[in-house]
Nanobody, 127 residues
Framework: QVQVVESGGGSVQAGGSLRLSCVAS??????????MAWYRQTPTAGREFVSR?????IITYGNSVQGRFTVSREETTIYLQMNSLSPEDTAMYIC?????????????????????WGQGTQVTVSS
């Protein structure tokens, strides 16, 4: 079973910074090739793409965070450095793992494209 666990959320004033982390863990997971990404979700706006690091290290950002957020990755951990935060960044930040190629985790085969999600970490930015 793959576990995806986020941390680092909290409350901050506008203009401040936060650094989120997400760790994916499972037996032999490091033998798999997968991308990791951040999304954020609010009750009104729904789920929004934030940033992704593919298994080949290609990085992409959503338009609303370009230039303010920086993503990085170390094997099975992805980080999101968030600077110049504004109240509009308030959301539940959720980590996603997506298999690039099929991979076996124990006795379970995960096809390419399999998506695994964490529970999220709340970020609240006050004005």
């Amino acid at each position: 079973q793959v576990q995806v666990v986020e941390s680092g959320g909290g409350s901050v004033q506008a203009g401040g910074s936060l650094r989120l982390s997400c760790v994916a863990s499972a037996p032999a997971l490091s033998n798999c090739r997968f991308g990791m990404a951040w999304y954020r979700q609010t009750p009104t706006a729904g789920r929004e793409f934030v940033s992704r690091v593919e298994s080949d290290s290609i990085i992409t950002y959503g338009n609303s965070v370009q230039g303010r957020f920086t993503v990085s990755r170390e094997e099975t951990t992805i980080y999101l450095q968030m600077n110049s935060l504004s109240p509009e960044d308030t959301a539940m930040y959720i980590c996603q793992v997506r298999m690039t190629f099929p991979c076996w985790i124990g006795t379970r085969r995960l096809p390419s494209g399999t998506e695994l999600w964490g529970q999220g970490t709340q970020v609240t930015v006050s004005s």
